[in-house]
């Protein structure tokens, strides 16, 4: 599984910026798909993602204002951002949770991650 991610840039504190991922390769055998981010001295952190079966998962810190949309037939999944805050600046890295099998049988499971991609929210 690849991804490419694409969308970030510099928007000021309470607009809105959308981040857009594409999967390519193995995508049938994607799970769960979304968005981590980090900024420089802590731990990547999950921001949100959506199953396999549709069902969405946000971090506390973005739930209602960010919204994570997955289209199963183009391979992509989106993150709109709308009433950004400074605290949402980070490189925000698209990744995708994939299981499959191989030709005798024996499964293999990755998780695949894009390139990440800079949002910077000025105040």
């Known amino acids: 599984v690849q991804l490419q991610a694409s969308g970030g840039g510099l928007v000021q504190a309470g607009g809105s910026l959308r981040l857009s991922c594409a999967a390519s390769?193995?995508?049938?055998?994607?799970?769960?798909i979304g968005w981590y981010r980090q900024v420089p001295g802590k731990e990547r952190e999950l921001v949100a993602d959506?199953?396999?079966?549709?069902?969405?998962n946000y971090a506390d810190s973005v739930r209602g204002r960010f919204t994570v949309s997955r289209d199963y037939a183009k391979n992509t999944v989106s993150l709109q951002m709308n009433s950004v805050k400074v605290e949402d600046t980070a490189v925000y890295y698209c990744?995708?949770?994939?299981?499959?099998?191989?030709?005798?049988?024996?499964?293999?499971?990755?998780?695949?991650w894009g390139q990440g991609t800079q949002v910077t929210v000025s105040s």
């Open positions: 390769g193995s995508t049938n055998s994607i799970n769960a």
């Open positions: 959506v199953s396999r079966g549709g069902s969405t």
């Open positions: 990744y995708a949770d994939a299981l499959g099998y191989y030709d005798d049988g024996t499964p293999w499971a990755l998780k695949a």
